[in-house]
């Protein structure tokens, strides 16, 4: 149901989009007041199928209840199989509990151990990492000979703001894209390399989502919602 609302709110935007875009080349206010009340709906239908869509921490509930339950019959399975061979042979039988309880012991560790080896990617994590690109931003600009520095600010666990100085706010549009894309490109490979650290190893793939700022707080560029490119916010024609 969810994947259904997702699609028919994804497309109807898209048609929403057509539309106004048609609109405004012929002129027509109904035609635009209709596209811009379809838009509003189909935004409204994609975001309720994107809410109710199954989680990780479910899947993962699923999982472990299957993994219980067959761990459960194979336990089963082996006390019987003992008890029958007590009555032919005691000493075979008792070699035999002793390998499979080595057996499910080896299991049991591995098993936690995987479980237990990433972290939550959380506020203090991002932190960490926005001090981390922050370095790298400043050293490759110090390296290349620029005084210029950037500012590199966590903002709570999924977003992530790069301070540039205030006179890049009045860069061309095409400069102001071209620094943004080129933001990105290093915070996501920073991100590669910082939590590949054992000491790190964050449940994340891709770094916090980027914002581009001046010092006044006007937003040049942002990460876009599907991620791995950079749109411009700012005109400055």
Known sequence: MWLLLFLVGFLGFIVAIGSLLWSFIKKNKDLRKKSLIG??????????????????????????????????KQSKKTSA???????????SSSSKKEASSSSKTASSSSSTETSSSSKTY????????????????NDVLRKGGST?????????????????????????????????????????????????????????????SLYVKSPDG???????FW????KRVIDNN
């Open 148 to 208: 210029d520095s950037f500012a590199v600010m966590p903002n709570g666990s999924s977003l992530i703001d790069v301070v540039v100085p205030q006179n890049y706010k009045y860069l061309p549009n095409s400069q102001i894209q071209q620094l943004a894309d080129t933001i990105l490109s290093a915070k996501e490979n920073c991100f590669k390399e910082w939590n590949a650290k054992p000491e790190n190893n964050y449940d994340q793939t891709y770094g916090p």
């Open 122 to 137: 959380d506020d203090a994590a991002n932190t960490a990492f926005a001090s981390e690109l922050n370095t790298q931003i």
């Open 218 to 224: 006007t937003t040049l560029a942002k990460e876009s």
């Open 81 to 91: 199989t003992s008890s029958s061979k007590k009555k032919n042979a005691k000493t």
């Open 39 to 72: 838009g509003l709906l189909a935004m409204i239908i994609f975001f309720t199928g994107a809410m109710i869509s199954p989680t990780d921490k479910s899947e993962s509930s699923v999982e472990t209840a299957k993994t219980e339950q067959t761990s459960t």
């Open 227 to 230: 991620g791995g490119t950079m």
